[in-house]
């Protein structure tokens, strides 16, 4: 349709040469699904979150089945979506059993009195909505899990994949470098009745404390639409 746009990240990190060509491939899918829905007459809202379901459903990204593991060894996930015409958001927050947290947010928005839900009570709310489970093994590639065992050599590996300190590095080997945090992905886009919506999604980042949340599914800081 005239007039809609579309702008989907897969996150900003140093992505492996063995990642490269599936980053690039998986933005791409990403943009023609939630394009696709905007050329239909689609909603922001439905494009921007069929965007970002494509990222969570590759496992190139840290989202959905591409997650970090943290201090633990489990997964932990966090989205939001907004929708720029009624400033409605839903959000969730350490959710562990689900393919898209992104969808889940959306369910939260629509189907709550609440703007965010975390933890065991995002897990529960999923099942009430019959979102289907997913089990630890799906959401967690072979290069998440080498990057965790990696990582677990090292008690600050949290910090060090923000703040590495020069007389630092040399305990990190070539790989532990290249593996840096993922990051975020997400999506916004403007639709033909010219509304606006955004959503992020993220897989955490590696050996990260039990139930720590980031900025991403926090709304003005992970994403905002007006």
């Known amino acids: 349709g005239d007039g809609v746009r579309l702008i989907v990240h897969g996150g900003a990190w140093h992505i492996p040469d063995d990642l490269a060509e599936a980053s690039v491939n998986g933005v791409r899918n990403a943009a023609r699904r939630g394009f696709s829905v905007l050329s239909k007459g689609g909603s922001a809202v439905d494009a921007v979150e069929a965007a970002v379901r494509v990222l969570e459903d590759d496992p190139s990204f840290d989202a959905g089945r591409g997650s970090c593991l943290n201090a633990a060894g489990m997964v932990e996930m966090d989205a939001m979506i907004m929708d720029g015409t009624t400033l409605d958001f839903g959000a969730v927050a350490a ?122 599914p926090l709304v003005g800081s992970g994403a905002y639409a007006d």
């Open 95 to 216: 959710i562990q059993s689900v393919h898209n947290p992104v969808s889940v947010a959306r369910q939260v928005m629509h189907h709550t009195p609440h703007c965010m839900l975390v933890g065991e009570g995002a897990d529960a709310f999923a099942r009430e909505r019959n979102v289907p489970f997913a089990a630890r093994s799906e959401l967690v590639s072979q290069h998440a899990i080498e990057e965790y065992e990696e990582f677990c050599k090292f008690p600050q590996a949290v910090d060090e994949l923000f703040h590495v300190k020069e007389k630092n590095r040399e305990k990190f080997t070539q790989t532990s470098q290249q593996n840096n945090s993922h990051d975020t992905v997400g999506a916004v886009a403007l639709d033909c009745e010219q509304r606006l919506a955004a959503a992020t999604s993220t897989g955490g980042i590696t050996q990260k404390r039990v139930g720590r949340v980031g900025d991403s």
